[in-house]
């Protein structure tokens, strides 16, 4: 909704699990964006996104999930993407040597007690998952984020 809030031509799809339906179609009703927002049910560990989007969104995802989960679900969202896409990826970022930021590192102990593959990635890795599912232009983005937060950033190539 803060996308759509700040960029009036923005239309925007949530894709979450169907249990959500009722929440977020209330809460984007209570902010008059219901004709901008849509809703979308399903499970982006087991079904295909929907496709044709400019832009997708992971926002505090892939460290819920596996290694291998993770990168499928990276897969799957540039595949939902239209040649020049971009995705953006915000996860608690660790340094490459995984010893820090302090915030990440504790975040991925955790994820390693309270899920059964969860962990925090280190930007090495999310850009592995990304280049993996063919995008290129690859970069962290240069935001002083809170609590080691950052957002990784790939573009699906035209002409492919």
């Known amino acids: 909704m803060h996308f759509c809030r700040h960029n009036p031509g923005l239309s925007a799809t949530v894709f979450d699990l169907p249990t959500t339906r009722p929440f977020a179609e209330r809460v984007i009703a209570d902010s008059g964006m219901a004709d901008r927002i849509s809703f979308v049910g399903g499970d982006f560990t087991t079904e295909?996104?929907?496709?044709?989007?400019?832009?997708?969104?992971?926002?505090?995802?892939?460290?819920?999930?596996?290694?291998?989960?993770?990168?499928?679900?990276?897969?799957?969202?540039?595949q939902s993407l239209v040649p020049g896409g971009l995705l953006l990826i915000q996860e608690f970022i660790l340094d490459d040597n995984r010893s820090g930021p302090q915030h990440p590192a504790l975040f991925d102990l955790n994820m390693l007690v309270g899920t059964p593959d969860?962990?925090?990635?280190?930007?090495?890795?999310?850009?592995?998952?990304?280049?993996?599912?063919?995008?290129?232009?690859?970069?962290?983005?240069?935001?002083?984020?809170?609590?080691?937060?950052?957002?990784?950033?790939?573009?699906?190539?035209v002409g492919v």
């Open 48 to 78: 295909d996104l929907p496709g044709g989007f400019d832009v997708a969104w992971l926002s505090q995802i892939l460290h819920g999930a596996g290694f291998d989960e993770s990168a499928n679900i990276v897969r799957k969202a540039a």
């Open 118 to 157: 969860g962990q925090s990635y280190t930007r090495q890795e999310l850009a592995g998952f990304m280049r993996n599912a063919g995008l290129e232009d690859i970069r962290r983005l240069p935001l002083d984020l809170p609590q080691g937060c950052g957002i990784m950033a790939g573009t699906v190539p």
